[in-house]
Structures are given as C-alpha cells and as structure tokens.
C-alpha cells in the first residue's frame, strides 16, 4: 500500500481557537495527508483576546525538535514543508537552515511558504530582523509563496493596485525560478465589486481567483487558506484547481464563523468537513 503524502508543517499553536497549526493540521489531515507539525510559538489563544500567556519556543527548545525531526528522517520523507508564523529570530534562522537542508536532501519536495508577516489595519506585527529572514531567507527557497497584498509591498516596497504591479512585485520578491507567487486577499482596481481575488503567478503566466468578499476579518483565515492549498495539490489538484478549493473552503468556514458570531476561523461546518473527505477520495480515485 502507497503511503499518504507527508507534509512538515512549521508554524504557531494556540491552546484554543485556530491559528497556524492549529488551523491547518485537522484540514491537511481530514484530507488523507499525514503531517509532522512542529511549533513555533504556543499560546493560550490569538492575541485578540484580553489576555495572552505562552511565548515563543525556546531556542534550544526549537533546534531539539528539529534535531528530532532529522532523526526521523523526515525532510527526506516530506512531500511538501509549509512555514508560516515565526515568533523569534533565532527560530526564524534555524527554520530557514531547516528548509535548505531539506531540499537539498529532497529535490522532489515542494516547499509552500506563507509570509506571515502583517495585514492592512495591524501593520507589520513581527519585527523587522523576522520579516527579513522571510523576504532573504526564506522567500528565495520557496516553490509556492502566498502573501497578502500589506505582505507583498512590504517585501517588495511597492504599491499593489494592479494585475501590472502584482507582476513587478513577483520579479522583486527574488522567489526562485519557475516558482509560484500566489497574492492573497487582493482587491485591485479591476477586481469585481464586493469580491476580493487570489492572483496566482508564475512562468506560464497569471490566473485570478475571485471570492464573495464576506465582511469579516478573523484570525487564521491565511493559515486555513494555505493548508488547504497544500491539502488540494498532494491530493492531485493542479495550483489553480487548489487556489479555488481553498477559497470555497475558507470563505464556508468564514461564513460559518459569521454565523456564530465567533471571533475566530470555525472548522466544524459539515459540509467544510464533508468536502475534505471528498479530497482525499479524489487521491485514491
């Protein structure tokens, strides 16, 4: 019997809610997948709440458990690595390190990074020294890349207002070769009125995605989106056919959310849930 694809997952956990692996572990695994997920940062819950306990992982902490990761094998095991929010810049290098060393040992791994780095309203909240690490580091090494549109002119230092300026700013990020830029969240001066779009870029040119824009902003919505990215293609999906599986998932769990008047992603909706069972479906077809 074929193994499931395997997915190395690098990104915060919260105690309650879901954010990072927290929101993207239960879709990636509903999905058929099998996933290493190692934290970043554990905390009680979003900082949008009155109070926030935990912290950052220790450093010496951090490199233990990636020392754990190699001795399993698992970079060479991995089909996709998918970083996300970082909370120091120690593990900002050690996590950057991680991924050169994985592909180098496994050329045939497709690495997905998610620049969790800021949004329009909260500005940048990582210092400055992490969002380097990203836009030097990390960002050159990554297969996929999936900034919103503050992250991408962050990066970049340039506006985003058109398909045109989507298209520089994919040539200054300095992401490699053949390499996927996939700007989210977008609302650019074309794009339909009451949607926001995903732009995916690469060499073959550009695909846009647009969405029912829902009047909410929650935390997690960028991890859930990239999860289910990776969850779409190890299941077969072309990056395109992912890019739409994601939106439709994302904006039912956010619909849902609304419903309920939570303050944060829900994943208990049943057909987000009965969908993901279909993706894994559609890998054994």
Aim: proline residues 9%; glycine residues 10%.
């Amino acid at each position: 019997m074929t193994p499931p694809p395997f997915v190395i997952s690098i990104q915060s956990q919260v105690v309650f809610g879901h954010v990072g692996n927290s929101a993207a572990l239960f879709p990636i695994q509903a999905a058929g997948l099998e996933v290493a997920a190692i934290p970043t940062v554990i905390f009680s819950n979003t900082p949008d709440y009155p109070t926030l306990r935990g912290r950052a992982l220790p450093p010496e902490f951090f490199s233990d458990l990636l020392q754990g990761a190699r001795e399993r094998g698992l970079p060479e095991r991995a089909d996709f690595i998918l970083t996300g929010y970082i909370g120091s810049l120690d593990v900002a290098m050690m996590v950057a390190d991680f991924v050169a060393e994985a592909k180098a040992a496994n050329p045939r791994l497709t690495y997905l990074c998610d620049p969790v780095m800021g949004d329009t309203g909260p500005g940048l909240y990582v210092p400055e020294a992490i969002a380097d690490v990203m836009r030097d580091r990390l960002l050159p090494m990554a297969d996929i890349a999936t900034p919103n549109p503050f992250e991408l002119g962050w990066l970049t230092g340039q506006p985003v207002a058109t398909l045109k300026d989507l298209v520089t700013a994919k040539t200054s990020l300095r992401i490699a070769p053949g390499a996927h830029l996939i700007a989210t969240g977008c609302a650019l001066e074309d794009t339909p009125v009451g949607h926001i779009e995903s732009v995916v870029l690469g060499d073959e040119g550009a695909s846009r995605h647009p969405v029912e824009h829902l009047p909410v902003a929650l935390p997690g919505t960028g991890d859930l989106f990239a999860g289910l990215i990776v969850a779409g293609l190890a299941c077969g999906s072309s990056l395109p056919q992912a890019v739409e599986t994601a939106q439709r998932l994302t904006f039912r769990a956010l619909n849902h959310a609304r419903e309920l008047g939570a303050g944060e992603v829900v994943l208990s909706e049943p057909e987000f849930r009965r969908e993901l069972l279909t993706l894994d479906s559609l890998r054994k077809g």
